[in-house]
């Protein structure tokens, strides 16, 4: 899925020619999307996830059984200047959980759009896009077009906050776990900070909020993990790195074992580095060895940027070669 940013040039879905193999594809369908999230379900096919800049950023989908014939795109949410979402699929369903760009933040007209994200929704769908529903099996009438409607989750515009979407993830009874940011303004720098660490969880009856840390810029990026016996994990950049006040910083590891009530920082993965990590990624079925996924680099001027990987418990960092001559190359171990 080869993305573009916003309609100026087409974006490509393409597949390889051979199963498993990465080293020939071939075009399958020539589109327009941005902000790719495709999602496989076994047995279904292929529902696709994406924003289409439409007068801003619509959420929209489309569903194919195949990856090569695809529906058309259906909308999703399309509330004043668009969105932002983060997805996840859960025993055959799929939900996404995103924030909301206002016209007029807290009905000031000159607060809106991009910088001013606020809101917190949640959405899911058991049966490839056929029919969306609330956390607690309400239908759902899409598209979602005004900010106060059925799948809010958190009302944070009236506490005057924005909002930063981070991960979705699960809980073993399939009830939605949401990680983001909050923070009083877009704007960077220590007067506006620090910036606070949350997940909102459901219950089953209801949404409960419970914060996790702070850290020093809205853009810093992490994954929420959700393990065997109860213990629930979030490896982000919340340390402050080389480049202070700007996306990214030093990797440190966080646990809760009483659902996100409480969190305690076990490990941080690196410290004293030239330049910030950050946008820590969780892989699909992600095994003990490849357990996250992440970048570094300068956070203020133009630099080289590598690839990092950690394993389940923090104890080895390993940056990938910043330069391969061979189709294989053994990863460097980081102290």
């Known amino acids: 899925f080869a993305s573009s940013h916003g309609t100026a040039r087409p974006s490509y879905i393409l597949k390889s020619k051979r ?5 020939a594809f071939e075009l399958v369908h020539e ?16 529902l696709f996830l994406h924003t289409r ?6 959420l929209c989908w489309q569903r194919s059984a195949d990856g090569v014939t695809w529906s058309e795109r259906s909308r999703l949410a399309s509330v ?8 996840w699929p859960c025993n055959g369903k799929v939900g996404t959980a995103f924030n909301y760009h206002p016209k007029a933040f807290a ?14 929704y949640y ?3 058991p049966d490839m896009g056929a029919s969306w529903r609330t956390v607690s099996g309400a239908p759902v009438a899409l598209p979602l077009t005004t900010p106060h409607n059925p799948a809010l989750v958190i009302d944070y515009e009236s506490q005057g906050l924005l909002a930063y979407m981070k991960d979705l993830n699960y809980d073993p009874n399939g009830n939605p776990i949401i990680l983001h940011v909050t923070a009083r303004s877009w704007e960077p720098g220590p007067a506006h900070g620090p910036r606070a660490w949350r997940i909102a969880r459901w219950t089953g009856a209801e949404w409960r909020l419970h914060a996790i840390t702070t850290s020093d810029s809205n853009y810093d990026m992490g994954s929420l993990y959700v393990e065997a016996k109860g213990v629930w994990r979030v490896i982000a950049p919340t340390e402050t790195g080389p480049q202070p006040y700007n996306p990214g910083g030093e990797i440190a590891v966080w646990v809760s074992d009483d659902r996100g009530q409480s969190w305690s920082k ?18 699909l079925n992600a095994q003990p060895g490849f357990y996250a996924l992440w970048a570094d680099g300068h956070a203020r ?3 080289e940027s590598r690839l990092y990987f950690a394993d389940k418990q923090g104890a080895r960092v390993r940056r990938l070669p910043y330069e391969m001559d061979e189709a294989y190359a053994v990863p460097d171990t980081i102290d």
Do not use: M
């Open 19 to 23: 199963p498993y193999q990465i080293d």
């Open 301 to 303: 001027r133009p630099s």
């Open 53 to 58: 800049y439409e007068g801003g950023r619509c």
């Open 31 to 46: 589109t327009n999307f941005s902000y790719p999230q495709p999602w496989h379900i076994p047995g279904k096919g292929f």
């Open 80 to 87: 004043d200047e668009g969105h932002y979402q983060v997805s």
């Open 107 to 120: 009905g000031d007209a000159k607060r809106h759009g991009l910088n001013w994200r606020t809101n917190l």
């Open 123 to 125: 959405v899911e769908t």
């Open 266 to 283: 076990i490990r941080q993965l690196t410290r004293e580095s030239p330049f910030n990590h950050t946008y820590v990624r969780r892989p």
